[in-house]
């Protein structure tokens, strides 16, 4: 395959490429999503079947002088939410549910926009058009009021419909960037042959890219902006190819994860996060691995378990004489996010994790990656990250 950038010899990838070996003998085990809960890939039909039964309930309890409810599942809850190892976060199948009242002056509102934004999904499925979450809040913005009413409204139609919200028909624009080996087709028929040297936006439409083609060693998944294009101004991706990068600017948008788990499903090589020392990064890398509490109903189309921890860890910061200087101290919001890490339940399958979080928390200092430059300008992705990639230095 014509990708041009030449990497470092084969016996760099060794180690890489028996985690890959570990990594295809899980998933020949067995170890498979389990069926039910959760959502699943709708037809049209099934969709538009779903939003009239929802419909003809609204007209049943007005026939009998009721006064008609939407029910959703409670996706706010700990107690709603199990984990499972191959999966992550996912929500129960009997879980606690709340009623959106079409009677209560708390909720009169929220059940009157429901039902306006399904109106909107119907007419877009019907025709078999899309529209992005930002299309639908313009259409009436002061009755709205803000863009996260119509995303949380997206996510609870999605969630009560039991369908993923690219089957509603409606996508969001993305902000994740990608670059390195690797080309695809988009649902339009664009052709897309991403390079080492400069990023290209994250598709907005997952489900319809094909024919995608790698012959890409790893996936790397980093935290923020800044730093990943900091790799491509030292031609990170061209030194260590061939490799894909990709960030979600922070914590990623749906089609970033998306996108990760395409990749994760289609090519299955070994996948790693590069985030900085600190609370807020080990979330985000969690998010990308097990998934959010908010978004459980959509766990088995979102979560690849099979990530690993390659950095920043705290552990690095001792190991690497990091000036002290360059630390920064947890502030009482870091410590309450890390406390609230460390009681979740994937916690406990992630032993090396939590003697990373340990040391954090006993040190009670955090590192950005940029402390890495303190050691010198481009120690990063000179000596860093292929020093980790090729002993094999991620957890």
């Not at 070996?21 to 969709?47: D, N």
């Not at 960037?177 to 042959?193: C, H, M, P, R, W």
């Not at 690095?316 to 360059?326: A, E, S, Y």
């Not at 399958?349 to 040190?363: G, H, L, V, Y």
Request: hydrophobic fraction near 40%.
């Amino acid at each position: 395959m014509a990708f041009v950038p030449m990497g470092p010899e084969a016996s760099f990838f060794e180690v890489l490429d028996r985690h890959r070996v570990s990594l295809l003998a899980t998933l020949r085990r067995g170890v498979r999503e389990p069926a039910g809960g959760g959502t699943h890939l709708a037809s049209s039909s099934e969709v538009l079947a779903s939003i009239e039964n929802i419909i003809q309930d609204i007209i049943t309890s007005l026939a009998r002088n009721e006064a008609p409810a939407f029910t959703i599942d409670n996706r706010s809850s700990w107690e709603n939410i199990k984990f499972e190892d191959s999966v992550g976060l996912q929500m129960v199948s009997h879980c606690t549910t709340r009623k959106i009242k079409s009677d209560s002056p708390k909720s009169v509102k929220n059940f009157a926009l429901i039902l306006k934004i399904l109106s909107m999904i119907y007419k877009l499925v019907q025709s078999n058009t899309y529209a992005t979450k930002r299309d639908i809040y313009y259409t009436d913005s002061q009755l709205f009021g803000n863009q996260t009413i119509v995303d949380n409204i997206i996510n609870d139609i999605s969630c009560m419909l039991k369908v993923p919200r690219r089957c509603l028909h409606i996508l969001s624009t993305s902000k994740g960037l990608l670059a390195g080996n690797l080309k695809y087709i988009e649902e339009d028929g664009t052709k897309v042959s991403c390079s080492c040297a400069t990023a290209v936006a994250v598709p907005s439409n997952i489900q319809g890219i094909r024919n995608l083609i790698t012959d890409a060693k790893f996936l790397l998944i980093v935290e923020k902006d800044a730093t990943f294009q900091r790799l491509l101004d030292d031609n990170f991706c061209s030194k260590i190819s061939p490799c894909i990068m990709v960030t979600g600017k922070g914590v990623p948008d749906l089609n970033t994860r998306l996108l990760v788990k395409k990749l994760w499903d289609t090519f299955h090589i070994p996948i790693f996060t590069l985030v900085d020392a600190d609370p807020h990064g080990i979330e985000i890398m969690c998010i990308y691995k097990y998934g959010s509490m908010s978004m459980s109903f959509e766990a088995h189309n979102l979560t690849v378990p099979a990530i690993r921890w390659l950095g920043l860890l705290p552990s690095d910061i001792k190991r690497l004489n990091i000036p002290k200087d360059t630390l920064i101290p947890l502030t009482k919001r870091d410590q309450m996010k890390l406390d609230s890490i460390l009681k979740r339940p994937y916690v406990t399958c992630q032993p090396f994790w939590r003697k990373e979080m340990d040391i954090m928390a006993d040190s009670k200092m955090k590192a950005e990656i940029q402390a890495l430059t303190f050691l010198s300008s481009d120690y990063l992705s000179r000596v860093y990250l292929p020093n980790k990639l090729k002993f094999g230095g991620w957890i």
